[in-house]
């Protein structure tokens, strides 16, 4: 015969007690896993933000294909560091840009199109050949990222070819990693109605090259 006790008044409390400690633990949990004020999701919404402004930027930017620009210019390779100028004119697929004192040479002068390009170097016959990295390389012995200027100079990456994106809050490029180059965009200025870059900085083994004081002017999309 199995006997069964009632429980004592102590025995009830002790019951009741524990009913309300795991109802009250069940609340928080509820409480904590609908929270609007967790961080993760504010980080979303601002990473998204971010992301909304880099696209709206990078449809504006990467239209204007027509464009005048200077900067001051420093290259420093092989152990030694030359300064300069760059003017740079663009009209759609085609280029011209005059370097003036960069790698001890004087004045030296990039041009071309999709298709070809042109070196010409004082005192000496114009170079022909398919890239300006390419010319570059053969009759200077360096290596610049003279084509892809075309869009970092702007702060864009070139949308065909891999890259990582490094992003301010206002949705600019402030670090960009393409070809190797790894690229740090240091100052924006609102220029023909557009936030661009006005000093930037590349570098890629043991090569680093600065444009500063990068001034873009008669920047327009698909004019001729």
């Not at 009913?19 to 919404?45: D, E, I, W, Y």
């Not at 998204?48 to 420093?76: G, L």
């Not at 012995?141 to 990582?164: C, D, K, M, T, V």
Request: hydrophobic fraction near 40%; aromatic fraction near 8%.
């Amino acid at each position: 015969m199995i006997s069964i006790t009632p429980p004592t008044s102590l025995t009830r409390l002790l019951y009741c007690s524990r009913r309300l400690v795991l109802f009250t633990a069940s609340l928080l949990l509820l409480s904590a896993c609908g929270s609007p004020h967790n961080t993760k999701p504010v980080q979303n919404n601002a990473e998204q933000r971010s992301a909304t402004a880099w696209q709206s930027h990078f449809d504006r930017v990467v239209a204007i294909d027509h464009w005048y620009a200077r900067a001051k210019i420093a290259v420093i390779a092989k152990g030694e560091g030359f300064g300069g100028h760059l003017s740079w004119q663009q009209r759609g697929d085609s280029y011209e840009i005059d370097f003036v004192g960069p790698l001890g040479i004087g004045l030296m002068q990039v041009s071309g199109n999709a298709e070809q390009s042109t070196l010409t170097l004082p005192d000496r016959p114009t170079y022909n050949g398919d890239s300006p990295e390419q010319l570059l390389h053969a009759h200077t012995g360096y290596q610049l990222p003279i084509s892809q200027l075309y869009f970092w100079a702007r702060g864009i990456a070139n949308p065909e070819l891999p890259h990582q994106l490094e992003l301010n809050r206002a949705g600019q490029l402030k670090g960009l990693q393409q070809l190797g180059w790894d690229i740090e965009y240091l100052n924006y200025r609102k220029q023909q109605g557009l936030m661009l870059p006005t000093k930037i900085v590349m570098i890629k083994d043991g090569i680093k090259f600065k444009l500063v004081r990068l001034d873009w002017q008669a920047m327009s999309a698909g004019s001729s």
